[in-house]
């Protein structure tokens, strides 16, 4: 007769007896399990190169399987033994299911019966290829978060009328195809108001001869910075920032640099030229108005890196053409100019907030704007790195810090080159250079007075579609904040004096209106 808890009523040595019979069907059991990952361990080694990181991988229900696989077997041979109508002895002794038969219950209901008769011990591996596809997910799904220009719909989508006058309102006019000009005089113009050119291309030789009044020229920002950092009160402190403003503005356009009277003056020197006052490890302690730090930043990269010509224009030739009453002015970038950059990265790179530029060609041969004419600058797989910010009868609002900027017409319902640059930029949230222009209209307090200038990192976060004739998109455009202001204002507003001033004598040269 069974006893209480399944055990028989042989007393305390049946007890002990069938205690010791379920620990060595435990031992055998792990046996059994060890010799399997044995086996299937030295199977693995024959595999593929091309499967061998699939097949590497830990699979639990593959030794659950042959595990379960011995023990049933031997389950099976135990019970045809039992008289019939008996309970079988391993299955009496067992009070409560010990970890052993739960591993055998769990691989019960996982393994299949294909595993437990074939021996199959590569069933249910998932082969590289297919992991690596259900692995993969998108930005927005990681984490959590989907932006607006993930989207396959914009946030608006609307048609526009088209105008009695046959005009749109968000956008210019196409401009008609301009027709072939023969001129009947070509004459190159030399726009340098300085007749000094740079020679720092050639081998620095400290023995060269140099003017000492020259080295002392330069060399007198650095008593600027040494007073600034022994200052005795603040008006001391506002009087030599003036100074050190004005000074640094100046030297943008001394025609007498070179590397001997660099290298003499200790302009470039961290201890004691430029870097002290946008470094702060090197500023000793002084906090440097923001605009100085910007300015001696940008003039510091430019010389240390051999560009010492103060000429606006350098790196571009300018030519004069002339038919009749017909005169026209061209500039075109140097083939051979060892100093250009490249414009196709993203981010700010080595351009400081308020940087300026007379054309838009400068800005393209200092890696500001890539495009001569164009508004939009991208790159495919890169979207749009740059705009400019400019007139042309676009449906634009410039507020600042946001900015609603529309992209260029497109033709059948299909969107530009430029736009697509711009959609890009929205889903893959990477930021865009702004450059605002001269040729905004006069009551945008942010347009520049002259010229183009770089004012900052923007996020394209979302669009619109204004017309789906034109395929015209207006996107939102938010400034990054932990920048610089814009220079738009105040003593830090740029262009400076002096870059007016120079633009204005080549205007000069070139016989254009100022």
Not at 108 to 116: C, E, L
């Amino acid at each position: 007769m069974a006893g209480v808890g399944g055990l028989t009523s042989g007393g305390d040595g049946g007890e002990k007896g069938s205690f010791k019979t379920a620990l060595e069907e435990a031992k055998r059991i792990a046996r059994e399990v060890a010799k399997a990952r044995q086996v299937g361990q030295t199977q693995q080694t024959t595999l593929s190169s091309r499967s061998k990181d699939a097949a590497l991988r830990p699979n639990p229900n593959i030794e659950r399987g042959i595990a379960t696989s011995a023990f049933e077997n031997e389950n099976e041979q135990r019970a045809r033994e039992q008289p019939r109508g008996t309970v079988p002895a391993f299955s009496q002794n067992v009070k409560s299911k010990s970890p052993i038969e739960e591993m055998v219950t769990s691989s019960r209901r996982t393994s299949t019966s294909d595993n437990a008769s074939t021996g199959n011990i590569y069933s249910g591996l998932t082969s590289a290829k297919k992991r690596k596809h259900r692995e993969t997910v998108t930005p927005g799904e990681a984490s959590g978060l989907i932006s607006p220009c993930d989207t396959a719909e914009p946030s608006s989508a609307r048609t526009t009328p088209v105008q009695a006058d046959g005009k749109r309102p968000f956008a210019p006019a196409k401009k008609p195809k301009r027709t072939h000009t023969t001129y009947d005089e070509i004459e190159p113009i030399d726009t340098r108001t300085s007749r000094r050119s740079s020679d720092w291309y050639e081998n620095i030789n400290m023995k060269q001869k140099f003017s000492r009044s020259d080295v002392e020229t330069l060399k007198y920002v650095t008593t600027l910075i040494k007073r600034s950092q022994n200052r005795l009160g603040n008006d001391d402190a506002e009087r030599l920032f003036a100074q050190l403003r004005q000074r640094i503005h100046q030297m943008e356009f001394y025609d007498f640099i070179s590397g001997v009277v660099l290298k003499k003056s200790k302009v470039l020197d961290d201890g004691q030229g430029l870097p002290v006052l946008f470094n702060q490890v090197r500023s000793g302690g002084v906090e440097y108005p923001w605009d100085i730090r910007a300015d001696a930043e940008a003039l510091y990269l430019r010389w240390v890196t051999g560009v010492v010509d103060p000429h606006l224009l350098r790196g571009i030739d300018t030519v004069k053409k002339t038919t009749g009453s017909i005169k026209r002015t061209t500039h075109k970038l140097k083939v051979d100019d060892p100093n250009r950059v490249s414009c196709d990265y993203i981010g700010a790179g080595h351009i400081q907030n308020g940087q300026w530029w007379p054309l838009q060609i400068c800005a393209m041969r200092d890696g500001a704007h890539g495009e001569i004419e164009a508004g939009i600058h991208g790159k495919p797989y890169k979207g749009a790195l740059s705009v400019v910010m400019s007139s042309g009868g676009y449906a634009d609002v410039d507020e600042g810090t946001t900015i609603q900027y529309c992209g260029t017409s497109g033709s059948a319902g299909k969107p530009t080159a430029g736009t697509n640059y711009l959609k890009e930029a929205c889903r893959l949230s990477h930021p865009v250079r702004v450059l605002r222009s001269s040729a905004l209209p006069a009551r945008n307090p942010y347009r520049p007075f002259r010229g183009l200038r770089y004012d900052g990192l923007y996020d394209v976060i979302d669009y619109e579609i204004l017309d789906e004739d034109t395929a015209m998109h207006r996107f939102s455009l938010r400034r990054r904040e932990g920048q610089d202001p814009i220079r738009y204002q105040g003593v830090e507003a740029r262009p400076t004096n002096e870059e007016g001033a120079e633009y204005t004598k080549i205007r000069g040269l070139l016989q254009l209106s100022s």
